[in-house]
């Protein structure tokens, strides 16, 4: 098989960089470094396969690509790709849906509790040794089993929170999605609903959803307007998909209880950014994924794919 040139900008495990140092000739460079900016600039003209994740593949990137073939993401969210100009250009993008569904389900639910419990502040509390009498009802949660939640974006990852929601916490769930979908195993626990009556009912939004010209500035002020009052906000998408501005007006204003977040429209959050600090935020560094275990499936599915469209096979895993 003909050696083809690939440049990894997101580290991998030993072994899979193994895997690809017996199948082709490789470079590391990640762009986002500044040590390593030039070695990427260098190895891009004559780059077949691309692997990695958190960087903006865009026109000005693809110009400079001329032989490239194939782009492997080591994640299931690809609004980093330009998606048209790849198309152009006939480049095939892969992704690794299914191997962190469960792991970032996990971590939206995590944050759910956290926020309802206010299990973050609590525990700063000890840590600040403000714990010197029995707390009083100020510091009191929210109860989670039991209440309502709504799910946009109700596929892989919004239907495991479901999963989660229903057959753990006995919450009833709702979810608002623009097509019938099926949910094995979770008949009679979930329902179909308009937006507005998800936004009325929910105790807990969660976001699940990916970020598209459609679904960008989604959460805005009319929709947290006409969510519950005292309702929780949890968002595992994508930063842009809420308008930050107006979250932190619905929270100050004390129409929404709190906020779990994981993505922020500019990562990482910027120092100066009010949602770092803010009492009822529990803010995330973009960890839905980031366990030992699911980060190397990640890499493993995503070197698979790399290797396989490069050997001219068709990976299961090609973004339609
Ligand atoms: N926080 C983190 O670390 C992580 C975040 N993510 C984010 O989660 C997203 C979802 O991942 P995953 O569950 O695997 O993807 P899926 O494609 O399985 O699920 C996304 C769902 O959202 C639906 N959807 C898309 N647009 C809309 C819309 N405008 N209104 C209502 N529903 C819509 C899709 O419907 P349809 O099938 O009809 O297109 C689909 O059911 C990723 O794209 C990524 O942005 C993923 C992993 C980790
Ligand atoms: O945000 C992570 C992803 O895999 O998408």
């Known amino acids: ?3 083809k040139n690939v440049l990894v900008f997101r580290e991998l495990p030993d072994d899979q960089m193994a895997r690809l140092r017996a199948a082709h000739e490789v470079t590391v460079a990640n762009p986002k470094r500044a040590d390593q900016r030039k070695a990427f600039d260098a190895a891009l003209p004559t780059a077949h396969g691309l692997i990695g994740a958190s960087y903006s593949i865009d026109e000005t990137v693809l110009a400079r690509a001329p032989r490239l073939e194939a782009v492997s993401s080591i994640s299931v969210g690809v609004d980093n790709y330009d998606l048209p100009a790849l198309r152009q250009r006939g480049i095939v993008l892969t992704h690794t849906p299914g191997v962190l569904t469960e792991t970032t389900a996990d971590t939206l639910f995590a944050l759910l509790i956290a926020s309802s419990r206010r299990i973050v502040e609590l525990a700063n509390h000890v840590r600040d040794g403000q714990w010197t009498h029995n707390i009083d009802e100020s510091l009191f949660g929210w109860d989670v089993h039991g209440k309502t939640v709504g799910i946009l974006g109700f596929g892989r990852i919004g239907q495991a929170v479901a999963r989660r929601a229903a057959l ?27 937006m507005e009556a998800l936004l009325a009912e929910s105790d807990f939004i969660v976001l699940a959803l990916p970020l598209t010209e459609e679904t960008r500035g989604l959460m805005n002020a009319s929709r947290f307007a006409a969510m519950k009052r005292g309702a929780i906000l949890i968002n595992g998408s994508r930063g842009a998909v809420v308008d930050e501005e107006a979250l932190l007006a619905a929270l100050d204003h004390g129409h929404l209880r709190a906020a779990g977040l994981d993505v922020f429209a500019v990562e990482p959050l910027p120092q100066a950014s009010p949602l770092r600090r803010h009492p009822r935020v529990t803010a995330l560094p973009h960890i839905g994924s980031a366990t030992h275990e699911t980060r190397y499936a990640m890499a493993v599915l995503a070197t698979d794919n790399l290797l396989q469209e490069l050997a001219g096979e068709r990976s299961e895993c090609r973004v339609p």
Not at 168 to 193: N, Q
């Open 1 to 3: 098989m003909t050696r």
């Open 168 to 194: 753990g916490f006995g919450m009833p769930v709702l979810y608002h999605h623009r097509r019938e979908v099926e949910c094995p195993g979770l008949e009679g626990h979930v329902k179909a609903v308009s």
